[in-house]
C-alpha cells in the first residue's frame, strides 16, 4: 500500500534509496523535537537527527518489523544522542583539564526546548503519540492508524500525557525559581 | 459526572475527540464551573505551545542533507571491504531488480568486444597457405567457440556471426549480447529478467572492433605472403587436421588447423603479447536463422530506458576496473598477473559485486559503464611486455612506492605508472622500475 512507512522501506530495500526521502520528510520534526529535547540544541538536533536517519538507512534491512519504523527510529536517535552527550561530556572534560580548571561546564539547556526536553522524558508509548501529534502533524486518527491501536486508546493517551507534560514543566518552572 | 471526571474530558474536547452528548455535556459543565475553565485554559495553552513548536520544527528540511550523507556513506562504504560486507545484507536488491542485472551486464559488455580490438596492423609481409585461408576470407557467415587464455580454464564465447552483426553467448553467465558493428548499437538481453538495453559503442571502439570477419580477414591477409610453417597432421576435436603456423615474433604467433580434404580451418589459435585467442569448432557459410543477429528487442523483452555509453575510456575507468577486483575480490592483494584471461572470467563476479553493493541502481549502471570502459582501456593497450608491463604480484592494495602497472600512451614519451595506492605518475622510460 503505497504511502505507508513499509511501502518506502521496501522501496529502498529494492534499490530506490530516493524513497527514504518521504521517510525523512514524515519523521523529521519529530526526530528534532525529540533530538532538541535530549541535546537541547537546535543545530546539534539537526546534526543528530541527519545522522540518525542515514542509520537507520543502512540498518534498515535488520528492521523486522516495517510496521515499527517508527519506534525503532526513535530508539536509534536515543543512540546518538546518548552518543553526542557522551562524546560532549568528554569534550569538556578535556578542554576543563586543559584550561586547569576544576569546573566543568554544565551543557546550555535552552529554554526554548524546555517543552520538548520534558517530552523526552515521557514514558514511550506517551512520548510517541505526542510527537506525532503535534510535530508530525498527524491527526489522532491518522496516530491510531500508525501505531495501529484503537482511537480511545489514543484519546487517553494523549489526556495522560498531557497531565504529566504539565507537571513536568510545573516542576521545572519550581526548581529554576529555586536556582535563581 | 463531577469535576474530576470532567477534566479528564478537556484534552479530548480541545482535539475534538468528543461525541455530540459528551461535547455538549462538558460545555454545558465548563459555563458554570470556574475551576473546570482555568482547567481548560492551561491545557489549550500547552496545546498552542505544542502546536507553535511543532511548526517551527516542521519548517526544517533536512531529506537533502540526510540523502546526500546517505550517497557519501555509500562511497566510503564502496572503498571499504569490511564495510561492504556489513552492506551486504541488502541482498534483496540484487534478486528484485532487473535494472541492477542489467548493470552487472555492462561490466561483461564489454567483453564482448574487446577481444578482438587492436590497433594498427601488428603483423608484416608474406607467404602463401591459400587454400586454407580462402573461407576465411570469403565467408558470409561464421559460427565457432572462442576461449581467451587456456583452453581449460579460459570462459568460453560462442559467436554466430553474419556479415557485421555478432550474436554471442557466454559460458559463465547468461547474457546474450548482439552487436551491429555497422551501426555502432548493441542489444543486450538478459533472459533472466527479460530485460533488454541498448549501448552506444561508437568512437575509439567501434574503430578498433571493426568488423568481426574484416579482423580475421585482415589477420589472415597479412599472413598470407608470410612464411608459413607446416605441422603436419593431427586430431583436433576428433577431426583430422593440417595445421600452419606463422609468427611475427615477439608479439604474434598464429596457428590454424584446417581439414586437409576442404581446406577449411576448424582451429585458429592466435597468441598476441601473451594473451591466447583460440577460435575451435568452426563452421563457415552454415545457414543461419537472421533473426538470431536482429537488434530489435524481442518478443517479451522489456527495453530499459538507461542509456548506456561506450565510446569513451580513460585510464580511471581501468583503475576502477583494479580497485574494484583488489578489494572486493581478492582482499586487499593485487593479482598474480593480468591478463585478458583474468580479466574475462572475473567479470560476472565483478558483476554480481556491483550487484550487491549498496547504491543506486544508478549508480550500479554507472558503476558497471564505468568497469566496461575500464576493460577496453586495458585491452586497446595493445601486446604485454611492449606497451605495458604489469608487476603487481605480493603488492597489498594502498603500498605507495610499489610500481604495479605501467603503460606508455601513444604518442607520448614517459610512461604512465599505477602504483599499490592507486595513484598515477609520469615516469621517463630510464627510470621505469627494472
Partial sequence: MPDTDKYYIERCLDGHPDDFRYLVRRYQAVLLAHLAGKLGNKDKAEEAAQESFVRAYFKMDSLKKADLFYSWLLGIADNVAKEHQRNEQIRRQREAVRSFSEEVPQPELSQDFALESAIAELPQAYREVILLRYYGQHSCNQIAQRLDMPLGTVTKTLSRAYAMLRNSLQQRERSEVYEV | ?434
Wanted: charge should be negative; charged fraction near 25%; proline fraction near 4%.
Fill in chain 2, 1 to 434: 459526572m463531577n469535576c474530576a471526571e470532567y477534566k479528564e474530558l478537556l484534552v479530548a474536547f480541545i482535539e475534538g475527540l468528543l461525541d455530540e452528548t459528551e461535547k455538549h455535556s462538558v460545555a454545558e459543565h465548563l459555563k458554570s464551573c470556574a475551576s473546570c475553565r482555568a482547567e481548560l485554559k492551561e491545557v489549550s495553552n500547552l496545546r498552542d505551545h505544542l502546536i507553535k513548536n511543532g511548526k517551527i520544527l516542521a519548517q526544517s528540511n533536512l531529506e537533502d542533507k540526510v540523502l546526500d550523507r546517505i550517497i557519501r556513506e555509500q562511497s566510503v562504504r564502496l572503498k571499504t571491504t569490511s564495510k561492504i560486507d556489513a552492506s551486504l545484507n541488502i541482498r534483496r536488491i540484487i534478486m528484485k531488480s532487473k535494472i541492477t542485472r542489467i548493470a552487472a551486464a555492462a561490466a561483461i559488455i564489454i567483453t564482448a568486444l574487446i577481444t578482438f580490438y587492436f590497433v594498427g596492423n601488428p603483423l608484416g609481409a608474406t607467404v602463401t597457405f591459400a587454400d586454407v585461408i580462402k573461407p576465411i576470407l570469403n565467408a558470409r557467415t561464421v559460427v565457432f567457440d572462442m576461449i581467451v587464455g587456456s583452453e581449460e580454464t579460459g570462459p568460453v564465447m560462442h559467436d554466430i556471426v553474419v556479415g557485421s552483426k555478432i550474436r554471442r553467448t557466454f559460458s559463465n553467465m547468461d547474457t546474450i549480447l548482439i552487436i551491429d558493428l555497422d551501426n555502432a548499437k548493441m542489444l543486450t538481453l538478459d533472459p533472466t529478467s527479460k530485460t533488454a538495453a541498448y549501448i552506444d559503442i561508437q568512437g575509439p571502439l567501434q574503430e578498433g572492433t571493426k568488423n568481426f570477419l574484416e579482423f580475421v580477414r585482415n589477420i589472415v591477409n597479412n599472413l598470407k605472403d608470410m612464411p608459413a610453417q607446416e605441422l603436419g597432421q593431427k586430431d583436433i576435436d576428433g577431426r583430422k587436421a593440417i595445421g600452419f603456423y606463422v609468427a611475427d615474433k615477439p608479439n604474434i604467433e598464429l596457428t590454424i588447423w584446417a581439414d586437409p580434404d576442404t581446406a577449411q580451418p576448424i582451429r585458429i589459435e592466435l597468441l598476441m603479447g601473451q594473451s591466447l585467442y583460440i577460435l575451435k569448432n568452426i563452421e563457415f557459410d552454415v545457414l543461419v536463422d537472421e533473426t538470431l543477429v536482429s537488434t530489435d528487442v524481442p518478443a517479451g523483452y522489456t527495453l530499459s530506458q538507461k542509456q548506456f555509453d561506450m565510446s569513451q575510456f580513460t585510464e580511471q575507468d581501468f583503475i576502477t576496473v583494479l580497485r574494484l577486483w583488489v578489494e572486493h575480490l581478492l582482499g586487499g592483494s593485487f593479482p598474480q598477473s593480468l591478463s585478458l584471461q583474468e580479466l574475462m572470467s572475473l567479470t560476472p563476479a565483478i558483476g554480481e559485486k556491483i550487484g550487491q553493493l549498496n547504491i543506486s541502481d544508478e549508480e550500479k549502471t554507472q558503476l558497471g559503464i564505468t568497469m566496461g570502459r575500464g576493460f577496453v582501456f586495458f585491452q586497446q593497450l595493445g601486446p604485454n611486455g611492449v606497451d605495458w608491463h604489469y608487476a603487481g604480484s605480493g603488492v597489498k592494495l594502498g603500498e605507495t612506492n610499489k610500481a604495479v602497472f605501467w603503460y606508455r600512451p601513444k604518442d607520448s614519451a614517459p610512461y604512465r605508472v599505477i602504483y599499490g595506492d592507486l595513484s598515477v605518475k609520469d615516469v621517463a622510460p630510464n627510470d621505469l622500475p627494472k
